[in-house]
């Protein structure tokens, strides 16, 4: 029973409230009294205090109006309430920190008070409503409306009042920013990876675009990064079994590579080389040198309006001529028609269908301020961030299952700039997506993967960097994310980022050529992050720096020579680094190998190996490998993926 001795400070009184005794007798005890905010040198409380006493006996049935849920014998350190030997009410204290949540019920006469150790305080307000004294605890406690339930109040610490403040600093979300923080918080402890993984995926959109000061940005990724502190340090120690990440011990030695080759770049694809490869009908006859020389130094900026549509599988390299103006034909028909379903929608048709509405509402917010600094896009009423939003509503009537997530107008807006043609951009914008949508799937086991097999990479590329980030909490490689998330949209300005997109689009020299870019980038700045210490937030700020400060040309040759090295050796390499690169695992009877094997050998994707794929960590004498058996964390459509 919690009985301070001192006397506490009244911050707010509220006479004509009535309690229920917390006894189990059949006589229960009602009394009216007065609820308080009172705060003690211990903390805050809410104090209810009796002025009269009546009891009710058995044969009484008491005014329906005055009948209040009985609490729960279970008591709280922080609580009191039970009668005395003469059947008077004595005070009841709640310290606030000990509440999880409350409820106004009865049209705001009746509140209910839930404690985190499960018990339960129900008052009736007599005189007045109970939203003047919810007004009042506002000062003295943080608490979020259930977006769910319009009734229920959720009481929030210091953790997820931080994250509150700064996710609504940062703008992430549509609606109710609190819903989604009180979602992190209650999934944290179970699902570490999977919703940290998850609110980095939102907050790649504001490193994307620039748009806080770094206190916001600070706070956040050290809150996120206290959440998934995985300590390698014993080789096999569990991670969270709910999410079957297991640490395993290495095996073989550490692979020595040879010195990275040279690998100069070419020049771009001209108009007399792009003309020798078609057939007087119009088709490619060699589809793949071109590829290799659009690799070798992408493709002359007068020929990207036709090329894109062939690399982006508007067009087949077979087709020729004619062929290619009835795809056009029908494929602008297919838009139009797509591009009617959303215009027709009714205002009552909308207002019922809820995932639809979410999803044009983000689009919305995101197309108003996607690349606006552009001149294709700069200024007010400007008709191209129509086009864009048509466009990526268009794509939420062509793939409802994906729809749109923040990050996808990040994609298309290069191709809109450069096909200048709504219809064009479309269809070139679904084949991208063809390639990268694992990157905005729900479950986000594309992105999971990703960034494990990228720490795999390090492990034989750079094992000094790889021992590093472990050891300052970065295995992770989260501050990666947002290269993979938008494939570097916002690490290059405009036209180095059309090159590097077509040069990874050829899918040479192997399909996770992204990977080994990002690897490139990293052995560039091991040194600065070794040698000034950084922890996982400056990693976090350094790589976000990098933004228009990465040279391109140099990156792609040291890309394609790392790829090199790994082939030189490639007897050597373990199987998980093999299946990367593209080569076929040694040892077939591997069983995680084979489902990493099978995701990177699907024909119809992509870049992105599946959930099963798995990373090794050998800088430490130990990887990260992903359960078989993960459940996905359910993300909020006004995320809809991130």
């Known amino acids: 029973m919690f009985e301070p001795a001192e006397q506490g400070k009244d911050l707010f009184l509220q006479v004509g409230v009535v309690l229920r005794g917390g006894n189990t007798r059949e006589d229960e005890v009602h009394s009216s009294g007065t609820l308080n905010i009172v705060e003690y040198s211990f903390g805050k409380c809410i104090e209810w205090k009796p002025t009269e006493d009546f009891v009710l006996s058995e044969d009484q049935d008491p ?111 549509q609606e109710n920013t609190s819903d989604y923080v009180w979602k992190f918080m209650k999934n944290l402890h179970n699902r570490p990876y999977e919703t940290t993984l998850e609110a980095f995926s939102k907050l790649a959109d504001i490193w994307l675009y620039k748009e806080t000061k770094r206190p916001v940005e600070e706070a956040v990724a050290n809150l996120l990064n206290q959440s998934l502190s995985i300590d390698v340090s014993q080789p096999h120690a569990s991670i969270g079994c709910a999410d079957e990440y297991e640490l395993l011990e290495e095996l073989g030695p550490a692979i020595t590579l040879p010195p990275c080759p040279p690998c100069p770049r070419g020049q771009p694809l001209t108009q007399e080389q792009w003309d020798s490869f078609k057939d007087p009908e119009g088709r490619v006859t060699d589809p793949d040198i071109v590829k290799d020389i659009i690799f070798r130094g992408g493709i002359a900026p007068s020929l990207r309006y036709e090329l894109w549509k062939f690399l982006l599988n508007y067009y087949p390299w077979n087709s020729t001529h004619t062929k290619r103006l009835e795809i056009k034909r029908k494929k602008t028909d297919e838009y139009f028609s797509m591009k009617l379903q959303w215009k027709m929608m009714t205002p009552i048709q909308e207002n019922q269908f809820s995932d639809y509405r979410d999803r044009k509402n983000l689009i919305e917010k995101d197309v108003n301020r996607t690349d606006r600094t552009h001149p294709y896009y700069a200024g007010d009423n400007n008709p191209h961030l129509g086009q864009l939003y048509d466009i990526l509503m268009t794509y939420v009537m062509y793939n409802f299952d994906l729809g749109y997530v923040q990050g996808m107008n990040d994609l298309l807006s290069p191709i809109l700039c450069l096909m200048d043609n709504e219809v064009d951009a479309f269809w070139c914008f679904v084949g991208f997506m063809e390639k990268v949508s694992t990157n905005f799937e729900m479950d986000q086991a594309g992105m999971k993967a990703q960034l494990c097999q990228l720490h795999t990479l390090l492990t034989a590329t750079e094992p000094e960097l790889a021992h590093y980030l472990n050891r300052h909490d970065s295995g992770n490689m989260f501050f990666c994310f947002r290269w993979l998330l938008v494939l570097f949209k916002r690490e290059f300005n405009a036209l180095d980022i059309m090159k590097l997109w077509e040069v990874m689009w050829t899918d040479l020299p192997c399909k996770n050529f992204h990977l080994l870019l990002c690897a490139a980038i990293l052995d560039t700045e091991k040194k600065t992050l070794i040698e000034n210490q950084y922890g996982f937030t400056e990693i976090l700020k350094h790589i976000n720096d990098l933004s228009n400060h990465i040279e391109l040309q140099w990156t792609l040759s040291k890309a394609e020579g790392i790829y090199h090295q790994l082939m030189s050796v490639s007897n050597e390499l373990p199987d998980r680094i093999r299946v990367i690169i593209g080569l076929e695992p040694l040892n077939k009877s591997s069983r995680d190998i084979e489902l990493v094997d099978e995701t990177n050998n699907d024909n119809t994707t992509h870049e992105n190996p599946s959930s099963s794929s798995t990373g090794e960590n050998n800088a430490d004498t130990t990887n990260i490998r992903f359960g078989n058996n993960e459940v996905s964390f359910e993300r909020g459509l006004n995320l809809s993926y991130m």
């Open 63 to 173: 005014d329906p109006e005055w009948s209040l849920v009985d609490t729960r014998t279970s008591k709280s350190h922080g609580s009191s309430g039970s009668p005395d030997s003469l059947g008077r009410s004595r005070n009841v204290k709640i310290l606030l920190s000990e509440l999880r949540s409350f409820r106004i019920n009865q049209g705001g006469q009746q509140l209910i008070f839930y404690l985190k150790d499960g018990t339960t305080y129900v008052a009736f307000f007599h005189l007045v409503k109970a939203e003047t004294f919810i007004n009042s605890l506002k000062t003295y406690l943080h608490f979020v409306k259930s977006r769910m339930d319009k009734n229920l109040y959720l009481v929030m610490n210091e953790v997820s009042h931080a994250l509150n403040k700064s996710f609504a600093e940062l703008d992430l979300f």
